[in-house]
C-alpha cells in the first residue's frame, strides 16, 4: 500500500509565502503524476497544479495561481512540493496531495493524503 503525507500548512497573512510538501511512502511503487488539490469551505475540490514523474516532466497550473504557485518534485525522495508565494485569502483551503501510482499488487490508482490546511488572514 502507499501513503501521501502532506506537511507545510499553517496561517500566514496575505503578502506571504507557504511551502508545501507530500511525501510518498510504500514498497514497489512507481509513480506516474503528483498533483495538488485544493478544497475551501463551501467549495469543491479544484485541481491546483500537477507534475508528471516521468519523461517530459510537464507542469500544469490553474489560472488561479499563476505566476504565484509553483509545483516542483524530488524524483529520488518521492517529494512533490508546492511553493505559493504572494497568498491571498481566496487561497485559505485544504490542501490535499494527489498522485498517480502504479503498485505490484494493486495496479494504477490514484492515492489521496489527508490534507493539511492553509489559512490566509487579510
Known amino acids: 500500500q502507499v501513503q501521501l503525507v502532506e506537511s507545510g500548512g499553517g496561517l500566514v497573512q496575505a503578502g506571504e509565502s507557504l511551502r508545501l510538501s507530500c511525501a510518498a511512502s510504500?514498497?514497489?511503487?512507481?509513480?506516474?503524476?503528483m498533483a495538488w488539490y485544493r478544497q475551501a469551505p463551501g467549495k469543491k475540490r479544484e485541481l491546483v497544479a500537477v507534475i508528471t514523474t516521468r519523461g517530459s516532466n510537464d507542469v500544469t497550473i490553474a489560472d488561479s495561481v499563476k505566476g504565484r504557485f509553483t509545483i516542483s518534485r524530488d524524483i529520488a525522495k518521492n517529494l512533490v512540493f508546492l511553493q505559493m508565494n504572494n497568498l491571498k485569502p481566496e487561497d485559505t483551503a485544504v490542501y490535499y496531495c494527489?498522485?498517480?501510482?502504479?503498485?505490484?499488487?494493486?495496479?494504477?490508482?490514484?492515492?489521496w493524503g489527508q490534507g493539511t490546511q492553509v489559512t490566509v488572514s487579510s
Open positions: 510504500g514498497s514497489r511503487f512507481s509513480i506516474y503524476a
Open positions: 494527489n498522485a498517480d501510482i502504479a503498485t505490484s499488487d494493486w495496479g494504477r490508482n490514484y492515492y
